[in-house]
């Protein structure tokens, strides 16, 4: 089975196929991110412990996308030292609008917002619409969880072929996960989707992911070495040398 990716956040569950869930942990990563931004740039409101809410709300009215995120991250988890209560229907409003501007942070996370049913009612179709949006704008978390939508056919019908597509894509940018779930699909195949096994793919991909340390990756990875003659190993080195040399650091 695949291990769970961007799915650590509220409850665990993993597919039935694929190791890596999708990638629930979206708001403290894309806060972390955001944060930086706001500090380094103009559009800076305070510190931390100090945000001045009324004037990010005045930003945010005034259709400023950077504080539409910020304000949309203090709803979803509250700021006691600003006095403002945790209200994820609020968050998912601030979300929607920066969401509508074309950024793709707030399009993850209202897309996320929508697979989980927080804030919003679920709806893993609409979840898929906006998650893809910011897919096609080269935010891996959304790549990744777009792929594992179609690989498991939640919001849409399964298609491993765009699975592999997003999980590509995400894989290329340097995500662990998306690259074992590639090695796993690669390694085990799947008939009734016409895909054959594939070990050469599958070592290169594993291999990417057990370089960053995922222990699940070194082990498939090394069945398959255990498998195979020198010459073979051969090529499956240098194609996952050339791999290597594609991917983002």
Known sequence: MLPGVLRRFPGNARPPSLP???????????????????????????????????????????GDAAAQIALGLVYDTGDK????????????????????QGVAEAQFNLGTMYEMGVGVKKDEKKALEWLEKAATQGFADAQFNVANMYATGRGTEKNLSRAIT?????????MTRAQYNLGYLYAKGDKDEGLEPNSVKAYAWLSLAAADGDPGAK????????????????VLKKVAAELAAKVKH
């Open 219 to 234: 082990k498939l990875r090394d069945l398959i070495a255990g498998k195979v003659n020198d010459e073979q190993m051969a």
């Open 81 to 100: 030292v600003a006095g403002v209560e945790q209200d994820r229907r609020k968050a998912a409003e601030w979300f929607q609008k920066a969401a509508a």
């Open 166 to 174: 997003w999980y590509d894509k995400a894989g290329v940018q340097g």
């Open 20 to 62: 890596n869930a999708d990638g629930r942990h979206y708001f403290p990563a894309v806060k972390s991110r955001l944060l930086a931004f706001l500090i380094l740039t103009a559009t800076c409101f305070a510190q931390q412990e100090k945000r001045d809410i009324k004037a990010l709300e005045a930003k945010a009215a005034a």
